[in-house]
């Protein structure tokens, strides 16, 4: 089975503009999640989607948004960017076998800079 | 509110021996998983092992265990035979089961391991 993948792999841009990423989970997993890992803060949970719904989300502003498509990919949007932006993004999918505990399996991530 | 906490910034091991790196975890569901995943420099996060708050034994993967102690709110992960290939920053996580954060994962600060030949 292909694992997790997310594109695109490196991203640069600029204060003010908006970047969109995304993944692609593993096959028949249904939910897909999306992390920030930054030096300072280490990996923070931003959201949660299954089955095109969003079940969870975390602490960050209303910049950080997604979606997911019936067939499971997902992309997450991040608006204004601000230098604190800069981060590891990274994509986790799981199949709902144990309910809220199932396992994450992730993908390489997304390294994106903000100058 | 749900937190692992990861006392061992960094951690050396002699080549083939064995290793135990802490994780202690805080949550009142009393459904939740625990994972350890293992990052290298490349970024990329390698699930290693699961332990489910209702497993009577202590999971184990190849040269992976976790010692799951329930009662101190302990899952440490135990490498043994270590490699060089094993050198790389390691984080405990915790996913809840039921309740508002039902699914949401939570990781530790993460614990540096590096393995000398």
């Known amino acids: 089975k292909a694992g997790v993948t997310q594109t695109p792999r490196y991203l640069i841009k600029t204060r003010g503009q908006q970047v969109t990423l995304s993944c692609s989970p593993i096959?028949?997993?249904?939910?897909v999640s999306w992390y920030q890992q930054t030096p300072g803060q280490g990996l923070q949970f931003l959201f949660e989607?299954?089955?095109?719904?969003?079940?969870n989300k975390g602490n960050f502003p209303g910049r950080f948004s997604g979606r997911q498509f019936s067939n499971s990919r997902s992309e997450m949007n991040v608006s204004t960017l601000e230098l604190g932006d800069s981060a590891l993004y990274l994509c986790?999918?799981?199949?709902?076998?144990?309910?809220?505990?199932?396992?994450?399996?992730f993908g390489p991530g997304t390294r994106l800079t903000v100058l | 509110a749900q937190k692992i906490t990861q006392t061992q910034p960094g951690m050396f091991v002699q080549e083939k021996e064995a290793v135990t790196l802490d994780c202690t975890y805080d949550?009142?569901?009393?459904?939740?998983?625990l994972f350890w995943y293992k990052q290298p420099s490349s970024g990329e996060m390698i699930f290693l092992i699961y332990?489910?708050?209702?497993?009577?034994q202590n999971a184990t993967e190849g040269r992976y265990s976790l010692n799951f102690q329930k009662a101190r709110k302990s899952a440490n992960l135990v490498i043994s035979a270590s490699q060089l290939g094993d050198s790389a920053m390691y984080f405990c996580?915790?996913?809840?089961?039921?309740?508002?954060?039902?699914?949401?994962?939570?990781f530790g600060d993460g614990t540096t391991l590096t393995v000398k030949p």
């Open positions: 986790a999918s799981s199949s709902p076998d144990r309910g809220g505990t199932d396992t994450q399996y």
């Open positions: 096959s028949g997993h249904r939910s």
């Open positions: 989607y299954f089955s095109e719904t969003q079940r």
């Open positions: 949550t009142s569901d009393p459904s939740y998983g």
């Open positions: 332990q489910g708050s209702y497993d009577q």
């Open positions: 996580a915790m996913r809840e089961g039921r309740g508002t954060n039902a699914g949401k994962s939570t």
